[in-house]
């Protein structure tokens, strides 16, 4: 027999998160996830998936029968992605300017495909005229893949033209929304983006833990055309799908994690309480007032003005300040976490997150506060 630990309740105190990731979470949606646990094939709760699924299209601004939520973070809704649509030998376009491009490679190559590159530079918006020219010079190419918000660097590309460039030359687009969702423009059907995935912990501000994801009907056809089976068992939407679909019997396919769903719907329910543009406004909004500050204190933005993403502010430390020091004094100091600069950026960078629920005036006072007081 192992002795029983003696180990008392975790008790976290209540941090103001400013980083990339997780955000804020609503109180709501604190509160949502509490509720008594019901069982995932109960009417009542089938009945809020529905209702979850319309929340997801409005996210999104799309009309695909095929949207749910992935059961696992943002990265299992990237890998749902390539896993369903990309076959072995078949070549992917991966746009990579920052770290999760580099993922998408990565997921291209696991499931026996051929990434082509496209690089910009990080703190570069993906450009449209590298991936035009990468489109006429790879005409077998099938997928075109980039990521609309780099949340390493904090930079937007322009996902509308990318999905038009790519509709032009045939391929299907798989587009990450992990950071977009919900605090700028992003339209799915209208910019024709054929599969997309989001994460419940950004823009949301919904706990960690559950992927949005959309499939348009052209990847939906993709799908059912495959000649080779999804190698992911967990991650095969073909047997997803029945349990998500609204209509007759739900199957089980894995046990629903049922809180954390009720969480997502409070937190999608509250967006559409805002309203999608109100929400992409706020963040527009109190970013021009962070970026005011960090103005005034000196800083540098890593990101060009007109790429720059109002949720994740990068900006470069200044010299001779200590990158690990000033963060643990404002979590120490504050409860205030910013992030650290991640990949090419680490140590040379602070991201500064107003996502969400944390897209709000107090906080941008309280971040203010707190760094003119360690570089003051
Ligand atoms: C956070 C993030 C992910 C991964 O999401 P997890 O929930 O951490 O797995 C993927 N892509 C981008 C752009 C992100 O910001």
């Known amino acids: 027999m192992l002795a029983a630990p003696s180990i008392s309740a975790f008790n976290p105190p209540r941090r103001i998160l400013m ?15 509490s509720r008594p646990t019901v069982g995932h094939l109960d009417p009542l709760f089938v009945g809020m998936m529905d209702e979850l699924k319309a929340l997801i299209q409005y996210a999104f601004q799309t009309k695909n029968e095929m949207t749910l939520a992935v059961s696992a973070p943002g990265s299992a809704g990237m890998e749902t992605c390539f896993v369903n649509l990309v076959e072995p030998g078949e070549q992917v376009i991966v746009c990579r300017n920052g770290v999760f491009g ?78 977009s969702l919900g605090g700028v423009e992003l339209k799915v059907d209208e910019w024709g983006i054929d599969a997309i995935y989001s994460g419940s912990q950004k823009c949301l501000s919904c706990v960690p833990g559950l992927s949005p994801v959309s499939f348009s009907p052209a990847a939906v056809e993709k799908i059912k055309n495959r000649n080779t089976q999804v190698q992911s068992w967990f991650l095969d939407q073909s047997l997803v799908m029945g349990y998500w679909s609204g209509e007759g019997k ?37 970013h021009l007032l962070l970026r005011e500050g960090l103005e005034k204190l000196g800083l540098k933005f890593v990101v060009d003005e007109q790429s720059r993403l109002p949720q994740l502010n990068a900006v470069y430390i ?27 950026l680490a140590g040379k960078a602070w991201r500064i997150g107003l996502m969400g629920f944390g897209a709000r005036r107090e906080n941008v006072a309280l971040c203010l506060r707190a760094l003119e007081e360690q570089l003051g």
């Open 19 to 33: 980083g990339p990731g997780p955000s804020d979470v609503y109180p709501e949606v604190l509160s949502a996830q």
């Open 102 to 179: 580099e993922r998408m490679r990565q997921n291209v190559e696991r499931v026996g495909a051929t990434p082509i590159m496209v690089d910009n530079e990080w703190g570069q918006p993906v450009s449209v005229s590298d991936v035009e020219a990468a489109l006429k010079a790879n005409p077998e190419a099938k997928f075109l893949a980039f990521v609309h918000a780099e949340t390493s660097t904090g930079a937007l590309s322009d996902a509308k033209a990318l999905c038009a460039l790519a509709k032009a030359h045939g391929c299907l687009t798989i587009v990450d929304a992990v950071t």
């Open 250 to 286: 739900r199957s089980y396919h894995h046990t629903a994690p049922v809180n954390a769903l009720y969480a997502l719907h409070e937190s999608l329910r509250l967006l559409a309480e805002e309203g999608l543009e109100n929400a992409w406004q706020r963040h527009k909004d109190m």
């Open 318 to 344: 200044p010299e001779g300040v200590n990158d690990a020091e000033v963060r643990t004094q404002l979590l120490t100091h504050y409860n205030l976490e910013i992030g650290a600069g991640l990949g090419a």
